[in-house]
């Protein structure tokens, strides 16, 4: 999922050097909920790594 989050910044980066600003905003904002996605379920991942192991 960071992988995908990373790929549409990029994506968004080219678009907005480029002067497509419309396709770069929506890359921007996928990429902004993607990342806060896999930064989620990575805390919960890691609460639940903590509960199983006690």
Known sequence: M???ALLFFVI???SGALGFSGIA???SGIAQILFFLFVALFA???V???FRRR
């Open 2 to 4: 960071l992988y995908w």
């Open 12 to 14: 968004a980066l080219a």
């Open 25 to 27: 905003s929506a890359s």
């Open 44 to 46: 919960a991942s890691i």
């Open 48 to 50: 639940a790594g903590l």
